[in-house]
């Protein structure tokens, strides 16, 4: 079965919908108007139940089916980030320096396609939660919503999430058991030394020296305490002290980011780095304070229901465009919350047109509204398949 025929017949509605999204795009846990819109358009569909306010401008909508059955929950994130948009499209983003640069404008709009369809068709037995989440980027939405009762007030035997991926074919799903994305933290240093003249180091302490005794040390616990067939990444990303040609400083500031899968692994680098900052400053006359704040933890497929998931995407693109991926990313997501607390599957579709088309986070980037059919027919399938009339 590729695109269903009735969410094929509502692609140019549904590419209205998402360009509107685009052209007001909302930074986490400010998306307003997305969430206003979200809940008008459920209740156009006759969804049965809509709940506004978790995790402030979060929505559930519920969709049941014709008699009782199990329940699963869907997911698509809302937010935009913080870029300002060079697409030069007529729907380009009127809020300045904010862009849906990930395709959540996408997501959101896969979601309420399967809802329309859900709505109207009903083919299953059971309840389908359909989860609008807020501030997938940096704040963790999907963490707030579960510490505010998500799965309590919505019991749910298993969870779906999705991602558009600009790197793969356009309609082609991308699979991977186990981690598929990765956890992250990230990593403030404050450094405190002495300042002096430029040409008199040895009447101060130079925090800019230990800073880069500091990131040298860092790749080396990558290297050679970390066991090099697990993944894992400690990246220095932004360096700040000084101002001028021949003044020490006192201070230096900086910022990175740990990616790892394993815990072993992230326990390896925060303790590792947290030691090694301390120790070297401390040896060198200087202080090092780290401030390592996990964000998200690693995504984790769970084997049964990615074997569900697979077969929905199966049942619309056909087998041989359902890959497995050859490695997992280290990109993170917060959907891992979910799947921290249900069995979950995430999974990726394609959305290259062209070999040149810009990557998500990229000011050019621009989500593909070919493949909007494509999963909100996945969402659909999965229901129906999981949730049988009759099961
Ligand atoms: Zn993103
Ligand atoms: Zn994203």
């Given at each position: 079965?590729?695109?269903?025929?009735?969410?094929?017949?509502?692609?140019?509605?549904?590419?209205?919908?998402?360009?509107?999204?685009h052209?007001?795009?909302?930074?986490?846990?400010?998306?307003?108007?997305?969430?206003s819109?979200?809940?008008?358009?459920?209740?156009?569909?006759?969804?049965?139940?809509?709940?506004?306010?978790?995790?402030?401008?979060?929505v559930?909508?519920?969709?049941?089916?014709?008699?009782?059955?199990?329940?699963?929950?869907?997911?698509?994130?809302?937010?935009?980030?913080p870029?300002?948009?060079?697409?030069?499209?007529?729907?380009?983003?009127?809020?300045?320096?904010?862009?849906?640069a990930?395709?959540?404008?996408?997501?959101?709009?896969?979601?309420?396609?399967?809802?329309?369809?859900?709505?109207?068709?009903r083919?299953?037995?059971?309840?389908?939660?359909?989860?609008?989440?807020?501030?997938?980027?940096?704040?963790?939405?999907?963490?707030?919503?579960?510490?505010?009762?998500?799965?309590?007030?919505?019991?749910?035997?298993?969870?779906f999430?999705?991602?558009?991926?600009?790197?793969?074919?356009?309609?082609?799903?991308?699979?991977?058991?186990?981690?598929?994305?990765a956890?992250?933290?990230?990593?403030?240093?404050?450094?405190?030394?002495?300042?002096?003249?430029?040409?008199?180091?040895?009447?101060?302490?130079?925090?800019?020296?230990?800073?880069?005794?500091?990131?040298?040390?860092?790749?080396?616990?990558?290297?050679?305490?970390k066991?090099?067939?697990?993944?894992?990444?400690?990246?220095?990303?932004?360096?700040?002290?000084?101002?001028?040609?021949?003044?020490?400083?006192?201070?230096?500031?900086?910022?990175?980011?740990?990616?790892?899968?394993?815990?072993?692994?992230?326990?390896?680098?925060?303790?590792?780095?947290?030691?090694?900052?301390?120790?070297?400053?401390?040896?060198?006359?200087?202080?090092?304070?780290?401030?390592?704040?996990?964000?998200?933890?690693?995504?984790?497929?769970?084997?049964?229901?990615?074997?569900?998931?697979?077969?929905?995407?199966?049942a619309?693109?056909?087998?041989?465009?359902?890959?497995?991926?050859?490695?997992?990313?280290?990109?993170?997501?917060?959907?891992?919350?979910?799947?921290?607390?249900?069995?979950?599957?995430?999974?990726?579709?394609?959305?290259?047109?062209?070999?040149?088309?810009?990557?998500?986070?990229?000011?050019?980037?621009?989500?593909?509204?070919?493949?909007?059919?494509?999963?909100a027919?996945?969402?659909?399938?999965?229901?129906?398949?999981?949730?049988?009339?009759?099961?």
């Amino acid at each position: 079965m590729p695109i269903i025929n009735r969410i094929a017949e509502f692609h140019d509605a549904m590419t209205e919908w998402r360009r509107d999204l685009h052209a007001h795009p909302e930074l986490g846990l400010a998306e307003h108007r997305t969430s206003s819109l979200v809940q008008a358009k459920l209740r156009e569909f006759g969804v049965d139940e809509i709940h506004a306010g978790l995790a402030g401008t979060g929505v559930v909508g519920v969709v049941r089916g014709r008699d009782p059955g199990g329940a699963i929950g869907l997911r698509a994130d809302m937010d935009a980030l913080p870029i300002a948009e060079e697409t030069g499209l007529p729907y380009a983003s009127q809020n300045a320096g904010v862009m849906h640069a990930c395709g959540h404008d996408g997501h959101t709009t896969m979601l309420l396609g399967a809802a329309r369809y859900l709505a109207e068709t009903r083919n299953f037995d059971g309840t389908v939660y359909l989860i609008f989440q807020p501030a997938e980027e940096t704040q963790g939405g999907a963490g707030i919503m579960v510490r505010e009762g998500l799965f309590d007030r919505f019991p749910m035997e298993r969870v779906f999430g999705m991602h558009n991926w600009p790197l793969a074919t356009q309609g082609n799903f991308l699979w991977r058991d186990g981690p598929v994305m990765a956890a992250v933290a990230n990593i403030d240093v404050a450094i405190t030394g002495r300042g002096a003249h430029g040409a008199q180091p040895h009447l101060g302490v130079d925090p800019v020296f230990v800073a880069a005794q500091i990131i040298s040390a860092a790749q080396g616990l990558v290297a050679r305490s970390k066991d090099p067939i697990e993944g894992g990444v400690l990246s220095l990303c932004h360096i700040a002290g000084g101002h001028t040609y021949n003044v020490i400083p006192e201070t230096v500031r900086m910022m990175g980011t740990a990616r790892w899968f394993a815990p072993a692994v992230g326990d390896l680098l925060e303790h590792g780095f947290v030691r090694l900052a301390s120790g070297i400053a401390d040896s060198l006359g200087a202080r090092a304070e780290v401030t390592y704040k996990r964000n998200y933890p690693a995504t984790v497929n769970d084997a049964p229901t990615l074997a569900l998931a697979r077969r929905a995407a199966e049942a619309v693109a056909g087998a041989a465009r359902v890959q497995p991926m050859a490695a997992p990313t280290m990109g993170s997501e917060d959907f891992a919350f979910f799947a921290e607390a249900r069995p979950a599957a995430f999974i990726l579709l394609g959305g290259r047109a062209h070999p040149d088309d810009a990557m998500v986070h990229h000011p050019r980037y621009d989500f593909n509204d070919a493949i909007l059919p494509v999963g909100a027919s996945y969402w659909a399938v999965l229901v129906e398949q999981m949730l049988p009339r009759g099961g």
